[in-house]
């Protein structure tokens, strides 16, 4: 079973950055792709950006130029970064994990972890 723990800050001011953490085993880390997800109630989910095992990254659309993906192997974590914050990006992160390549299709994401409510404000 994968289990991942996502970490970071809840609050956030409009114009502020947010980093987010997702620290997984060592298994999962070299075999799957780390991706983040986001859930706004009423809009259903949204994928912003993931990397692979290979360290190949896939960013939407919708947030590139705002959004950067890393990893580290010695720590078996991921991390998403996003600038810029608006106050429509207050939503549930979640950060999941997929064997293989990237998708940021949620149905095509079999493991995800609890999330991290983000608030923006001004």
């Known amino acids: 079973q994968v289990q991942l723990a996502e970490s970071g800050e809840g609050s956030v001011q409009t114009g502020g950055s947010l980093s987010l953490s997702c620290e997984v085993s060592?298994?999962?880390?070299?075999?799957?792709?780390i991706a983040w997800f986001r859930e706004v109630p009423g809009k259903g989910r949204e994928g912003l950006a993931g990397v692979d095992s290979g360290g190949r990254k896939t960013i939407a659309a919708s947030v590139k130029g705002r959004v950067s993906v890393s990893r580290d192997s010695a720590k078996n974590t991921a991390y998403l970064q996003m600038t810029s914050l608006k106050l429509e990006d207050t939503a549930t992160y979640y950060c999941?994990?997929?064997?293989?390549?990237?998708?940021?299709?949620?149905?095509?994401?079999?493991?995800w972890g609890q999330g991290t409510q983000v608030t923006v404000s001004s």
């Open positions: 999941t994990a997929r064997q293989g390549a990237c998708s940021l299709i949620p149905s095509r994401v079999p493991n």
């Open positions: 060592a298994d999962t880390f070299n075999s799957h792709c």
